[in-house]
């Protein structure tokens, strides 16, 4: 492994954390930062967003209070056992398990499995597959389906 892997594979652990961070946060302009332009994000049970505007404005709407949904006060994305392959010197693929959990506990989990990109010269989502692998019934996430 060359010194330019390494910090290909550091660039890309740093957008998964803040990518964690900035979404919990609120930060969604910040987190739209660390995709590309053309982008893909795909949820379970909704339509493929594309486009780095887009998804801003899909996490914008799920962080909107919704009838009937219980309220966060707190939200906290944790990530593990991130594998990254780079397909190219430009290119990487990596897979990771994640767990959700609000004010109340373990919300969610599941699993990402992401494409990244360099675009002048910083690591980027491309894309961004989400699998939910549980839901707590009555949980956050079970109310917003």
Do not use: K
């Not at 890309?12 to 910040?30: E, H, W």
């Not at 897979?95 to 506990?105: A, I």
Request: glycine letters at 10%; one cysteine or more; a negative charge.
């Amino acid at each position: 492994m060359d010194i330019e892997e390494l910090v290909a594979r550091e660039a890309i652990r740093d957008i998964v954390a803040r990518y964690n961070s900035l979404g919990d946060s609120g930060r969604i302009d910040a987190m739209m930062t660390l995709f590309a332009p053309d982008a893909v994000l795909e949820v379970p049970g909704r339509a493929p967003v594309e486009g780095a505007t887009a998804i801003g404005a899909f996490f914008g709407a799920v962080a909107e209070p919704a009838e009937g949904v219980p309220a966060l006060r707190s939200l906290h994305h944790h990530t593990a056992t991130l594998t990254i392959e780079l397909t190219g010197r430009n290119s990487a693929r990596g897979r990771c398990y994640f767990s959700v959990y609000t004010q109340d506990g373990l919300d969610h989990w599941g699993r990402y499995t992401d494409e990244y990109r360099r675009v002048d010269g910083h690591w980027l989502f491309a894309a961004r597959r989400v699998r939910v692998d549980g839901v707590v019934p009555g949980g956050w996430a079970d109310s917003r389906d």
